[in-house]
């Protein structure tokens, strides 16, 4: 079984910086895509920035310049930089992870149990 486990949520001022971190767990080989996403009350939940293993980026046009996506493949972990937040950057943020599990089990999405970002004066 595969898990992942978030950290770094929490209430921050607006123009405040956040990181959040995700690190994997459980029995697989390796990790292809490593992402985030979020999702605001009342709203479907949205991509806000994914890396390939390869090193490939892609942000959300509302998050370029102000979010990194970064990864660590030796922890099997993916971090989020977050800075110059706005309020509607409010969101439960979820990482999500694409684990190869090898020849048996191929390939397994999984997600996060997301955490909190609040962006409030």
Avoid: H
Wanted: proline share 2%; charged share 15%.
């Amino acid at each position: 079984q595969v898990q992942l486990v978030e950290s770094g949520g929490g209430l921050v001022q607006p123009g405040g910086s956040l990181r959040l971190s995700c690190a994997a767990s459980g029995s697989f080989f390796s990790i292809n895509n490593m992402g985030w996403y979020r999702q605001a009350p009342g709203k479907q939940r949205e991509l806000v920035a994914t890396l390939s293993n390869g090193g490939t980026t892609n942000y959300a046009d509302s998050v370029k310049g102000r979010f990194t996506i970064s990864r660590d493949n030796a922890e099997n972990a993916v971090s989020l930089q977050m800075n110059s937040l706005k309020p509607e950057d409010t969101a439960v943020y979820y990482c999500n992870m694409d684990i190869f599990r090898g020849l048996r089990f191929g390939d397994l999405e999984v997600w996060g149990q997301g955490t909190l970002v609040t962006v409030s004066s």
